[in-house]
């Protein structure tokens, strides 16, 4: 076997896949510590509990469970969603928004604060040409804003709980999922006007709060562009 060939190289899919669950093994045991070095990290910097400040925002961590798009817990026993205190506070101003409006309705948030460690497992997980890749997966040598507790993904629960349609589910790469293109998909009989109405509510509130969504998910929303969390923010790494 040419042993120089696979020295070091991503040509190789086997050593490829090793890398790959490697870390994905290595960020499980840093997260099954009983607090794990994820919480532990994200406290030691300043992070808060969202739920702390909103008692009556919804969480469940998509990536806390098997429930995403690697199929693997890669959280562990983290379920608190963690935000720094300005993007914190700028929710809690985007659940009052909605509340006041729809007294029935709760934001319901998947993500925050995420490690570069599991942007890292997102960012090879996911099997998608290198140009597009970024608009579904921060590059992690740049850092996403979830990396500094400034993004988060969520979307809206009914009276009971249940998360309200938008078209599709969490974390679906694709058209279907851009607010970009929902006139497109409307024409075409992809989404109904229900499902982009209630996309419509979602970004009402949270661009009121002084978020801004993004081109390719609806679930998304920054607090600060990269540029200024980079100033205010370390990595959580
Ligand atoms: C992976 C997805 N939930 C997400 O958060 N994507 C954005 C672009 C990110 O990684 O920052
Ligand atoms: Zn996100």
């Not at 948030?109 to 890292?120: H, I, T």
């Not at 078209?167 to 024409?187: C, R, S």
């Not at 982009?196 to 509130?205: D, E, G, Q």
């Not at 929303?221 to 990595?235: E, Q, R």
């Amino acid at each position: 076997m040419d042993i120089f060939r696979l020295n070091f190289s991503f040509r190789s899919p086997l050593l490829f896949a090793l890398i790959v669950h490697a870390s994905v093994v290595y960020a499980q045991e840093e997260a099954n510590q009983s607090i794990s070095t994820f919480e532990q990290s994200m406290i030691d910097a300043g992070l808060v509990d969202i739920q702390s400040i909103i008692p009556d925002i919804l969480v469940e961590l998509k990536y806390s469970g098997k429930d995403n798009f690697v199929g693997v817990d890669v959280y562990g026993n983290l379920e608190k969603c963690y935000l720094h205190k300005e993007p914190a506070l700028m929710l809690a101003r985007a659940q009052q928004f909605l509340k006041e409006k729809y007294p029935d309705y709760s934001l319901l948030v998947y993500d925050g604060a995420r490690p570069r460690s599991v942007q890292q497992i997102l960012w090879d997980t996911l099997d998608a040409p290198i140009d597009v890749k970024p608009n579904y997966v921060a590059n992690p040598s740049k850092g996403s804003i979830h990396n500094y507790g400034s993004a988060v993904d969520l979307t809206i629960a009914d009276k009971n709980g249940n998360p309200l349609d938008m078209g599709t589910g969490y974390d679906h790469f694709g058209a279907l999922a851009y607010p970009t293109m929902e006139k497109k998909m409307l024409k075409e009989g992809k989404l109904t006007k229900g499902q982009i109405a209630h996309r419509k509510i979602l970004r009402s509130v949270m661009t009121k709060a002084g978020f801004r969504g993004i081109d390719s998910e609806w679930w998304h929303f920054n607090a600060f562009p990269l540029s200024v969390v980079k100033s205010k923010y370390s990595i959580i790494e």
